[in-house]
Each structure stands twice: as C-alpha cells, then as structure tokens.
C-alpha cells in the first residue's frame, strides 16, 4: 500500500494536469473556432468593401455619362444656334450686296466690265511683272466681253 500511496499525489497530479490538458485543449478549439469565425467575418467584410466600391464607382460613371451627354447637347444646341444665327447674319448681308449692286444701276455684264476695265485702267503699277499681269486680265475681260456679245448676238438671230 505504500506504493499507492506515493503514487496517488502524482495521480491526483496527472488527473489534475489531465484536467488542465483538456480544459487547454478546448479553449484551442474555442479560439481556433473563434479565429475561423473572424476569418470570414474580415473577409466578408472585405468583400462588402469592394462591392460597394465598384457600385459607387458605376453610379459615378453612370452620372459622369450623363453629364457629359448633357453638355453635349448642349453644345450641339449652341453650334445649331450659332450656324443659325451665321446663316440669318449672312443672308442679310447678301441682301445688302444684292441691293448696293442694284442700286448702282447699271448690272448688265458689259457695264460691269467697263466699270473694271476703268478701275484697272487707273492703276499704276511699279512692276513690269504687276503691269504684264493687269494687261492680261484686260485683255480677257475684252475676249469675254466679245464672245458674250457673240453669243446674245447669236441668240437673238435664232
């Protein structure tokens, strides 16, 4: 009996570190249990993130889309106006001419040759170059001026 007796302090030891063995053993797995849990608690978590910022990100595109088709239409709008205004601006100003060329009286072709054959008449040229050139043109203005003659000439006959 004296053998139990010395072996019963380390039994009561080894139950009690036995004890503690598996009292540690299971707090591992509460932790190991608890690490899984926040394991995907973070990357749950980290996946809400980036979800959310690829929304965001496509609703600030969607908006920024939209913006800029506005402000083309915008700008389609105002170049629309602007050539509308131009073309009103220049068709006035056509009319003006039309009614300045009427109002010189005389707007057949051989008048408005003379007109220009006078007008290049009275200039000077300091060049040979620039008087070889106005003779030129004079002389194709009298070519023209002949063969337009020939030609109401010609059509009056028929």
């Known amino acids: ?26 707090n591992i797995q509460k932790r190991k249990s608890e690490n899984t849990t926040l394991k995907i608690l973070l990357y749950t978590g980290l996946l809400v993130l980036l979800v959310g910022f690829l929304y965001s990100n496509s609703v600030l595109q969607r908006a920024h889309i939209k913006i800029l088709e506005r402000n083309i239409l915008s700008l389609e709008q105002r170049i629309a106006q602007d050539m509308s205004d131009i073309k009103i601006n220049l068709e006035q100003d056509i009319q003006n001419l039309h009614k300045q060329t009427k109002s010189n009286g005389d707007t057949d072709i051989f008048s408005i040759l003379s007109r220009m054959d006078y007008a290049i008449a009275q200039v000077q040229p300091k060049k040979d170059r620039t008087a070889s050139l106005i003779n030129s043109v004079r002389l194709q203005a009298d070519e023209f001026g002949q063969m337009f003659k020939n030609r109401e000439n010609h059509s009056i006959k028929k």
């Not at 053998?3 to 299971?26: H, I, Q, R």
């Open 1 to 26: 009996m004296k053998k139990n007796k010395d072996v019963e302090p380390f039994s009561e030891m080894f139950d009690k570190l036995s004890a503690d063995v598996e009292t540690v053993k299971g």
